[in-house]
């Protein structure tokens, strides 16, 4: 069905139409150049990552997901050897491990909706080489706790920042705490591209040359791109090909320059829909200083009501995704199946997201607020003090 409000879609259309220029400016200076694999564009897109998170290195890949698997491997983490993750993520903070014959351990998340800290503690064993903390739709881990924990337990630290690129921890950015930090430029990332892209970050120059290597079939010579920061090595590795396309990479630097004002923006939008569904007979989301807005989830009572609140707004024009049905340990044939992790479990029964994106007018998020109260007053009769 045509939906008035779609749950994402108009957020690329929209920031494209505003930008429509010096987008096909972009595109067509890479085009007619002939400059299309691991050129200016990367390197700036790499030195501006880099800067954003304030760490040393910026590797481009070709998805979030390359980026934490390569990063696996790039620790040597591979068979015989432990993960600790948090089941509450997208799949790939997962496949990452798996994809390098690795063992995740899924630990619970806290009421915060993040990993908790004590439960990483009591899954180590001696086998565990690495935490995978996942900064779950803008909101960031307990740094402190974790980095802690990996330094008297001599772990690495992967962080899955897809879903944090911006946000802050005690003022540090997210991506740049543990030894490698990965990101999304995947479409309905906060900074999304026109389709697939990713991102690493570290402070580790060794890492980063290795990272370098890893995503072009461990040949430096191929390019021009970080030759000179990183000599041609004598060793070479088996390897895969991820690269970020100049394309890509050239229209995302056009869409940085709009970054902090596009993350405002959600910010704004999260503060009206705060504002406007307080005293509903749901669990807002709640944000600490330096969180980012990449979903606006609320918490409603039961799967059953979930389901005809969505089913409500789709009626009136609202698109709503519901992502939280199965958790991850829960789908079959992925071998996940013996965790028992309650919180997590729960939150795939109530989660349910509203549209939340910098390109919304505020006209549709009132028209939003006003279809959910309407849901609640006329249909549910329930009377708000
Ligand atoms: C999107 C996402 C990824 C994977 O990124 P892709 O670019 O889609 O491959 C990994 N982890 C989390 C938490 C994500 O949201």
Redesign the pocket.
Known sequence: MEYKINFIRNSYIRFAEAHKDELINAFWDRVSKGELILRDEVRKFEDTLAKYTNTKYGIGVN??????TLSVRALGIGPGDEVICPAH??I??IYCIVANGATPILVDVGPNELIDPERIVSAITEKTKAILP?H?HGKTCDMDRIMLIAAKNKLFVIE?A??ALGSTYKGQPAGSFGDLG?F???TP?LLGGWG???GIVTNNKSLAEKLYLMRNHYNMAQSSIRREDFPTPEIVEWAGKSRLDEIQAALLNVKWKYFDQLLARRKEIADIYCKGLQGLPFKLPEYNEGDVI?EFIIRVLDSDTRESLKNYLAENGIEIMIRETTPNHKVKNLGLENFNLPITESISKDALRLPCYPELYNEEIEFIIQKIKDFYYKEQEIVIE
């Open positions: 998805s979030g997901t390359d980026a934490l993520t997208f790939a903070s996942v779950f899955d897809a879903q990965c999304s430029f995947n990332k697939d892209g990713g990449q």
